[in-house]
């Protein structure tokens, strides 16, 4: 076996394939795969009866790319020590990371059918207890960063170059304890640490700029002694090159532009599908839309 | 200091347990390398000088950021490390009872969260600086250990415990001076509760800085022909149970004093478990209200909670 072998031995298939593609098909092959999943978390969702598919559709790429195209972890040890680690703070998109997670192999695919049923270990918000692959129990907001600052600092200790991921909500960034951690990490310039974050603009009810204003939010990051990157956080292939990037002097912050309920035209950009639950008709229409 | 409630002329040797706590972290954390001691600016406070000069690495001061300071601490705990988070127990507990509740206990990380000066041993400093709600808080809260040491024995012996705990623990650090109140060579077991003094007219339950007086409250009866039962709890929850339902059902009075809130502290957690298994007549002695100005003393006075308020609530159930 060649040391090359053994890096994959443990990857996903889907990973795997994305690392064998011409860098030029990767971002296809993600897109595509993104799609795909884009479907199951609709109908997942519809199936029972729960959920916030907005957000899960707009971290969806996201997700794909870290999880198949930057993301060095073990389906088959989800405890392996050295395993670069992704924090979903934003928990209510527990979906997207479900169908993330049993597309990479962590969990039987047929689990989702299960999401949010009684004692189902699939939660409307993840339980790292029940779910293997999860970091970190999220859902009420802000708590994602401090975690992976924790993580990055435990890297740093065990003179590991693995990295940490934290994908974050916009509007939870109107918690302080998100700028506790990144003053923190900022400080320490923790390099191995990549916070990204999911610039929807919307929240619960509204959009972000007319609750409590983020803007200009890029200054704040840099002001905090991160590096930002603003990209398409629809755009697999700009995702993957920020993401793959090597850890520059201090963290990086990467805002992704995204469209809350992307994919499904009438959800797009609309705030009452943050947790609205589709009806069969709108569900046949999604999955039409997402088909095509 | 009065010398009202006390009934020796010498006072004994008192201690501040933070010595002994910063000790046994260092010892331990030169054993295994594990351990890491995790602190929001309470560099002194937390007694934590010596360990940030040897052990800089293993050493995380976040600064004022108590809510980062407990999130950062489960994300430590995610790579195998055992961090010990060390804060005045006011602003641990009341300030990030979110991330302990989610991030540690949820999480269900080993994670040993150190709350120092506890109760009103920051005196004059107030309300915002006392803690007295702690150990209700914290309570109940699912998956955590909490434990309220009652001297440098009890202190070191609960560190060591709770390296080796594999969930969440609370362990309550004073600065009160307390008297040493372990027997000397006595078997210490720190989740069970310990008999220190024995009698069958009433039994007297306490934690911490409540201990000694517990003990001079009973010497106190003991003139007036009471043979009172006094039991230590260094683990408040979960209750060492057994014990706490043979002491009621053998002396069929029972006190409970802390130095913390009446309502969902240790007393209340005694009598939710004694009025479901053997019902007894009893007082609990704590803090009633936010306290008013004075030194941690005066105050402890001011609430009854020495030996001559232990042994008028007492002599309520005795009458």
């Known amino acids: ?292 | 200091m009065s010398d009202e409630g006390m009934s020796s002329v010498v006072a004994p040797a008192t201690f501040d347990c933070r010595v002994a706590f910063g000790e046994e972290l260092m010892e331990l954390a030169r054993r295994d390398r594990r351990v890491l001691a995790v602190c929001n600016d309470s560099v002194a406070s937390s007694n934590l000088a010596a360990f940030a000069k040897e052990l800089p690495d293993r050493f995380v001061n976040v600064g004022i950021a108590e809510q980062d300071m407990v999130g950062v601490a489960a994300g430590l705990a995610n790579a195998g490390y055992i961090p010990f988070v060390c804060a005045g127990a006011a602003f641990l507990t009341g300030r990030a009872l979110e991330q302990i509740k989610d991030d540690l206990a949820y999480g269900n990380w080993h994670v040993v969260l150190c709350g120092m000066s506890p109760g009103m041993s920051y005196g004059e400093l107030g309300p915002t600086h006392h803690s007295i709600e702690d150990v209700a808080w914290l309570r109940a809260i699912s998956n955590v250990t909490v434990i309220v040491p009652a001297d440098p024995i009890q202190t070191r012996a609960s560190v060591r415990w709770a390296a080796g705990a594999d969930h969440p623990v609370y362990l309550r650090i004073g600065r009160f001076k307390v008297p040493r109140v372990t027997p000397e060579g006595a078997e210490l077991d720190i989740e069970r509760a310990m008999e220190l003094r024995s009698g069958d007219d009433l039994c007297i339950m306490a934690t911490g800085t409540m201990i000694s007086r517990a003990l001079e409250a009973a010497s106190r009866l003991e003139g007036r022909r009471y043979r009172v039962r006094v039991l230590a709890l260094a683990t408040v929850k979960p209750l060492d149970a057994e014990a706490l339902v043979r002491a009621a059902s053998e002396t069929r009075r029972v006190v409970t004093v802390e130095e913390g809130v009446v309502d969902g502290g240790m007393g209340s957690a005694v009598a939710a478990l004694l009025s479901q298994r053997c019902p007894v007549p009893m007082r609990i002695l704590g803090v009633p209200e936010f306290a008013p100005t004075g030194n941690p003393g005066f105050l402890l006075d001011h609430f009854g909670l020495n030996a001559v308020g232990i042994e008028a609530a007492a002599l309520e159930l005795l009458a």
């Not at chain 1, 993957?240 to 995204?258: E, F, G, I, Q």
């Open chain 1, 1 to 292: 076996m060649t040391a090359a072998d053994d890096a994959w031995g443990h990857a996903s298939e889907l990973r795997r394939q994305v690392e064998a593609v011409e860098p030029g098909r990767r971002a296809d092959l993600l897109a595509r795969t993104a799609q795909d999943l884009r479907a199951t978390i609709v109908r997942t969702v519809a199936g029972a009866g729960i959920g916030h598919l907005g957000g899960d559709l707009s971290v969806i790429d996201i997700l794909t790319t870290l999880y198949f195209g930057v993301l060095r972890v073990r389906p088959d040890e989800p405890g392996w020590a050295d395993r670069d680690r992704l924090i979903l703070s934003k928990g209510h998109s527990a979906v997207s990371l479900y169908a993330v997670l049993a597309r990479a192999g962590f969990m039987p695919e047929g689990l989702l059918q299960q999401f949010a049923c009684p004692l189902s270990p699939l939660g409307a918000h993840p339980n790292r207890r029940k779910v293997p692959g999860v970091e970190a129990n999220t859902g009420a907001l802000g708590h994602g960063l401090p975690f992976g600052v924790g993580c990055a600092l435990a890297a740093r200790m065990d003179g590991s170059s693995r990295r940490v991921f934290v994908v974050l909500g916009d509007g939870e960034l109107q918690e302080g304890s998100n700028w506790e951690a990144a003053m923190l990490a900022g400080h320490r310039r923790l390099v191995q640490l990549t916070a990204v974050v999911d610039r929807n603009g919307l929240q619960q009810g509204a959009r972000t700029e007319d609750t409590n204003r983020l803007e200009p939010l890029a200054d704040k990051w840099r002001s905090f002694g991160w590096e930002v990157e603003k990209v398409d956080g629809h755009d697999h292939g700009a995702l993957l090159a920020v993401l793959t990037r090597s850890p520059a002097d201090r963290p990086r912050c990467v805002l992704a532009r995204t469209v809350k309920g992307k994919g499904v035209s009438f959800m797009e950009g609309r705030a009452e599908w943050h947790h609205r639950v589709p009806v069969l008709a709108q569900v046949e229409a999604a999955l039409k839309e997402l088909a095509g």
